[in-house]
């Protein structure tokens, strides 16, 4: 059967065995999917060991994603401008990489009818998961996207990449304009249950609030949203489905259906 990996340190609260299992069995795919802890040092191992074994593919996270970028020998485009890959495929003696966050994320914003085209976005940091999106949204033709970052020079940075488009960044402080479509938070000040310094003001009814991060009560940024009467309040496993299910159809050649998918997730996150 063929062999598929994540690879991460830690690994255990990793749900991308189960939500890879469900899409192999929706589309009747033969395949072995399964988490591996790998220590800091070793993942380049790791990646050997697993084609060695006639591994098909692997899906990389935290800390691994940059060191994944530096063994291919093939990148896409939006892994450059990343700087991180999330997805490898073995192909023919080569690896490919790939990052599927940001199709994950946009996705995942579209299939709860949220308009980017030509709407005003901010998005709240500048690692590697705020990197990963940039370009798909951007692809989404916004009429701004301004990045906010406590460390305001890796905005800078960032925005750099993007000479032709519409993109800005600052600080937290500074982000004063009240006229924003969609919030992103791409943080991950919330995991550490710590505030954002944003201004409330920023958070007006008509927003669209969105945070990566996920878990069983809404996260602290959302709590923020829902005390401003944000429109709607959407939280970051839509987007752990959708990357997933970007990858899957890179291995696989076929497209799940994400829907029913994150339904079961969602009932597996609350248990
Ligand atoms: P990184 O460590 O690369 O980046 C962390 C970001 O959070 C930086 O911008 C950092 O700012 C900022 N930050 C951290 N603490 C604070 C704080 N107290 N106040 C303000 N800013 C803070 O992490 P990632 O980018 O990889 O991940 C970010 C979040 O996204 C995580 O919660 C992760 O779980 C989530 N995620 C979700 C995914 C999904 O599929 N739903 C996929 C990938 C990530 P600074 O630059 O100043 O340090």
Redesign the pocket.
Known sequence: MDQYRVFGNPIKQSRSPFIHQKFAEQTNEQLNYQSEYVEIGEFAQAVQHLISVGGKGANV??PF?EEAMALCDKLTERAKLAGAV?TLSFVNGEVWGDTT?GD??VNDLLANDVVLKNKKILL?????????VILPLLEQSPAQLVVA???VS??EAIIQQYPKHPITCCS?EEVTDHKFDVII????????G????ISEEVIQQNVTCYD???GKTLTPFLQLAKQRNAVKLI??????V??AAVSFAIWRNTQPETKQVLALLREEILK
């Open positions: 996270t935290a994603k999330n966050d994950g994320l709240l940091g500048a690692g590697g998961a705020a990197k990963g970052n406590r460390t890796k905005a937290f938070n791409a943080t991950s000040a919330g995991l550490n710590q505030a954002l310094p990566m991060t996920y939280d970051g496993l839509g987007m752990l959708g990357q």
